[in-house]
């Protein structure tokens, strides 16, 4: 088993450092992710704001786009340096964008290039190198392939092959319908892990419980969560004593959580330009499906934005949150079973709070 039998997948504009930060109140073991950053951003661009993060983040991994090994290489480097805990290459993405820089998913059809890319950066760093990949793309989409892609990439000592057990379609589909449509092939990834015992293989897609995670960790090494771990971030609770038998002073209730952010938004708002949505944002589905939650949503997503909320306008929305739901502590069974009505519509609320124009 995995060092890290848990973790919570990279997420475009969620898994960012405001949501990082919050997680650790939550559990300090879970292998947590950066959002995915391309080479040339770091390399061209301002790699204080790409790579720059808390300690208390950690353990904490930078998820790079990119083809060229060279350029990988130099970015696994400032990684190292940065003091991340592992750099992974993301080769799952199947969005216009990233299949048009001839990264992502469509890197599945040239395993042989993913394993130079592996074998540049293994050079030059000391932490593991880890690859998120889907388990086909378009018709290259057989067991046969996926086994042969992990087995070229494997021969580069890749640490771990992180497979998202949904095919990717490259054309017909956007991102988000390749993260529902693709039927998900978990028989597929427990078979890649008995075939090649000696990898190390987490499960990543559609995996919404911690007895989902449990029954998971029967025929794999690691599971990775995704969605539910931010519409649901409460969640993750348990998650030190349940996946890594260690008991730390993590918080128990709602409430808590939510004071307990109080000084790192004071920190945020008094040393950069952002709003206090900023951060709100990653608080929308602290309540799903409990009593209070369209209240809390609707309070954040109307008075969270501009120059003059802060921390009284995250108090007045406590506010309007019944007292038995703040205090609440969790509840495995209910947690993680919360109604998908509720998930929808936290999904929908925090789609309006993606329309902020500034920058991070």
Same mark, same amino acid.
């Given at each position: 088993?995995?060092?890290?039998?848990?973790?919570i997948?990279?997420?475009?504009?969620?898994?960012?450092?405001?949501?990082?930060?919050?997680?650790?109140?939550?559990?300090?073991?879970?292998?947590?992710?950066?959002?995915?950053?391309?080479?040339?951003?770091?390399?061209?661009?301002?790699?204080?704001?790409?790579?720059?993060?808390?300690?208390?983040?950690?353990?904490?991994?930078?998820?790079?786009?990119?083809?060229d090994?060279?350029?990988?290489?130099?970015?696994?480097?400032?990684?190292?340096?940065?003091?991340?805990?592992?750099?992974?290459?993301?080769?799952?993405?199947?969005?216009d964008?990233?299949?048009?820089?001839?990264?992502g998913?469509c890197?599945?059809?040239r395993?042989?290039?993913?394993?130079?890319?592996?074998?540049?950066?293994?050079i030059?760093?000391?932490?593991?190198?880890?690859?998120?990949?889907?388990?086909?793309?378009?018709?290259?989409?057989?067991?046969?392939?996926?086994?042969?892609?992990?087995?070229?990439?494997?021969?580069?000592?890749?640490?771990?092959?992180s *497979?998202?057990?949904? =095919? $990717?379609? %490259?054309?017909? @589909?956007?991102?988000?319908? /390749?993260?529902? !449509?693709?039927p998900?092939?978990?028989?597929? *990834?427990?078979?890649? =892990? $008995?075939? %090649?015992?000696? @990898?190390?293989?987490?499960? /990543?897609?559609? !995996?919404r419980?911690?007895d989902?995670?449990?029954?998971?960790l029967?025929?794999?090494?690691?599971?990775?969560i995704?969605?539910?771990?931010?519409?649901?971030?409460?969640?993750?609770?348990?998650a030190?004593?349940?996946?890594?038998?260690?008991?730390?002073?993590?918080?128990k209730t709602?409430?808590?959580?939510?004071?307990?952010?109080?000084?790192?938004?004071?920190?945020?708002?008094?040393?950069?330009?952002?709003?206090?949505?900023?951060?709100?944002r990653?608080?929308h589905?602290?309540?799903?499906?409990?009593?209070?939650t369209?209240?809390?949503?609707?309070?954040l997503?109307?008075?969270?934005?501009?120059?003059d909320?802060?921390?009284?306008?995250?108090?007045?929305?406590?506010?309007?949150?019944?007292?038995?739901?703040?205090?609440?502590?969790?509840?495995?069974?209910?947690?993680?079973?919360?109604?998908?009505?509720?998930e929808?519509?936290?999904r929908?609320?925090?789609?309006q709070?993606?329309?902020?124009?500034?920058?991070?």
């Amino acid at each position: 088993m995995s060092i890290f039998p848990l973790s919570i997948a990279p997420m475009m504009d969620c898994t960012d450092r405001h949501y990082r930060f919050m997680l650790r109140f939550l559990t300090r073991e879970t292998l947590l992710y950066t959002e995915m950053v391309t080479t040339g951003a770091i390399i061209h661009g301002d790699k204080n704001r790409h790579l720059d993060f808390s300690t208390d983040e950690l353990p904490l991994a930078l998820q790079l786009g990119g083809d060229d090994p060279q350029a990988l290489a130099q970015c696994a480097e400032l990684a190292q340096q940065w003091g991340y805990t592992e750099v992974n290459i993301n080769v799952g993405c199947p969005s216009d964008r990233v299949k048009n820089g001839q990264f992502g998913a469509c890197l599945m059809a040239r395993p042989e290039r993913v394993a130079e890319c592996v074998e540049a950066m293994k050079i030059v760093v000391d932490i593991p190198v880890t690859v998120k990949h889907r388990i086909g793309i378009d018709d290259l989409d057989r067991y046969e392939d996926m086994k042969n892609f992990v087995t070229v990439v494997s021969q580069a000592k890749a640490d771990r092959f992180s *497979v998202h057990a949904r =095919k $990717a379609w %490259l054309e017909g @589909l956007s991102p988000k319908q /390749n993260r529902n !449509v693709p039927p998900l092939r978990y028989e597929e *990834v427990y078979r890649l =892990k $008995a075939e %090649l015992s000696d @990898l190390e293989i987490e499960i /990543n897609g559609g !995996v919404r419980t911690f007895d989902e995670a449990e029954e998971h960790l029967r025929h794999v090494d690691a599971v990775m969560i995704g969605r539910a771990a931010y519409d649901n971030p409460f969640l993750f609770a348990t998650a030190d004593e349940q996946f890594f038998a260690k008991q730390h002073d993590t918080l128990k209730t709602r409430r808590e959580l939510v004071e307990a952010m109080f000084p790192y938004i004071e920190h945020v708002l008094s040393t950069t330009d952002q709003w206090l949505s900023r951060v709100t944002r990653h608080m929308h589905g602290l309540f799903n499906g409990m009593k209070g939650t369209k209240a809390w949503k609707r309070f954040l997503a109307e008075n969270s934005y501009g120059p003059d909320a802060n921390v009284e306008t995250l108090k007045r929305a406590l506010e309007v949150v019944p007292t038995e739901t703040l205090d609440a502590t969790f509840d495995a069974t209910f947690d993680a079973t919360f109604d998908a009505r509720s998930e929808k519509a936290a999904r929908a609320e925090s789609k309006q709070t993606q329309t902020e124009t500034k920058v991070d």
